[in-house]
C-alpha cells in the first residue's frame, strides 16, 4: 500500500455540493436532516425506507467487490501509484491525464460501456461535476444488448475543482463514473435475483432525484444512487490512502468510513429487526424506524456542518 499524506476534504464542501451543482437547491428548514415527508413520496428510491431493505443488503457486497477491482488495478500501475503519492503537489491540469486513465480501468472494471466523459469548464458551466442521464432510457423495450443502452455523461469542471481538496477531482471522478454502471445497469433484464434488486432500486432512485423537489442534505444523498456511488468512491479512496483520508464532504456518514475502514454509521447495523410474527411485531412497535436512527446517529455530521458555518 502506498504511503500517502493525509489530507482533508473541508467540511465546507458540504455546502459546496448544493452551490456548485452536485445535488438540488434544498428547503432552508430542516435541511440536514432526512424527512419522512418527502421520502414517502418514492419510498423504494432512499435507503432509509423499509422499502429499500432488500437493496441495502444485497448492494454493500457488490460495492466493495467493485471497488476493491478498481484499487488493485490502480495499484497494478507503477504510474498511478507514484502520481497518487505526489496528488496534493499536482495542478488540477497535471492530475487530468491520471484522471482519465483512472476513469477508464473504473468503466472497464465495472464491466459497462464507456460512459461520454467531459472535463472543461463550459458544457456544464454553473456546475463543478456532474453525471447527466436521460430517464427516458429507463423505457420498457426489454434492452439485452449493451450497444442499445444509454451510458450517460460524467462531467468535471476543473477551474471548479481547482478550488476544492485535491482529492476531490478524483473523489468525485469515480464517483460519477459509478453513477454510469448504476445507470446501466437499471435498463437492462437481469436474471440475477441480486442485479434485479439492484437495477430495482436505481431506477427508482435516478426517477426521484428528475421528479422530486425539496431534496434535504440527507434526503438527496441517501437517494439509493447516490448512497451507494459515495460508498463506492469512499472505499476505494480509503484504501488507496491506507484510510488517512477523511472524506467529510462525501456524502453522508452512512457513505464514509472511519480511520479503520468502518462505515461511520451502518444502515444494515442500525434496520429494524424484520419478522413475519405478529407477535414479534407487536413487541416491536415502538421500535425507531431506520430514518430516526438514521437521524439520531447523524447528528456528529451535523455539527460539523454548522461549524464549517461559522467559518
Not at 500500500?1 to 438540488?24: D, H, R, T
Not at 469548464?121 to 449493451?146: C, E, G, L, T, W
Not at 481538496?165 to 440475477?192: M, P
Amino acid at each position: 500500500m502506498p504511503s500517502f499524506k493525509p489530507a482533508l476534504l473541508s467540511a465546507s464542501l458540504l455546502f459546496m455540493l448544493v452551490q456548485l451543482g452536485v445535488m438540488p437547491a434544498v428547503n432552508a428548514a430542516g435541511s440536514f436532516y432526512a424527512t419522512q415527508e418527502l421520502q414517502s413520496q418514492s419510498p423504494q428510491a432512499f435507503a432509509l425506507q423499509p422499502e429499500a431493505r432488500a437493496f441495502i443488503l444485497a448492494a454493500q457486497p457488490k460495492t466493495i467487490a467493485d471497488a476493491n477491482r478498481l484499487v488493485e488495478l490502480i495499484l497494478a500501475d507503477d504510474g498511478l501509484v507514484t502520481a497518487l503519492a505526489h496528488w496534493e503537489q499536482l495542478s488540477i491540469n497535471d492530475q487530468i491525464p491520471y484522471l482519465r486513465k483512472i476513469f477508464a480501468l473504473e468503466y472497464r472494471s465495472m464491466g459497462i460501456e464507456q460512459p461520454k466523459l467531459i472535463i472543461d469548464n463550459h458544457s456544464y458551466p454553473n456546475k463543478m461535476v456532474y453525471f447527466d442521464f436521460d430517464i427516458s432510457h429507463f423505457a420498457p423495450s426489454q434492452r439485452s444488448k449493451i450497444d442499445s443502452l444509454s451510458t450517460g455523461t460524467v462531467y468535471l469542471n476543473p477551474d471548479k475543482l481547482a478550488t476544492q481538496d485535491k482529492f476531490a477531482s478524483l473523489a468525485f471522478l469515480i464517483h460519477e463514473t459509478r453513477h454510469s454502471y448504476q445507470f446501466q445497469l437499471s435498463q437492462q433484464v437481469n436474471n440475477s435475483a441480486n442485479q434485479a434488486t439492484l437495477a430495482s432500486g436505481y431506477v427508482a432512485a435516478f426517477s426521484a432525484q428528475k421528479s422530486l423537489t425539496g431534496f434535504g442534505f440527507s434526503d438527496f444523498l441517501t437517494l439509493l444512487n447516490e448512497f451507494e456511488a459515495f460508498q463506492y468512491g469512499n472505499y476505494v479512496l480509503g484504501q488507496l490512502t491506507d484510510w488517512r483520508l477523511d472524506l467529510i464532504g462525501m456524502g453522508t456518514f452512512a457513505s464514509q468510513f472511519d480511520h479503520q475502514g468502518k462505515l461511520k454509521i451502518d444502515l444494515a447495523e442500525l434496520m429494524p429487526s424484520a419478522s413475519t410474527d405478529t407477535s414479534a411485531k407487536t413487541t416491536t412497535s415502538n421500535e425507531l424506524s431506520l430514518l430516526e436512527k438514521y437521524n439520531l446517529a447523524a447528528k456528529e455530521q451535523y455539527q460539523l456542518r454548522q461549524a464549517a458555518s461559522a467559518l
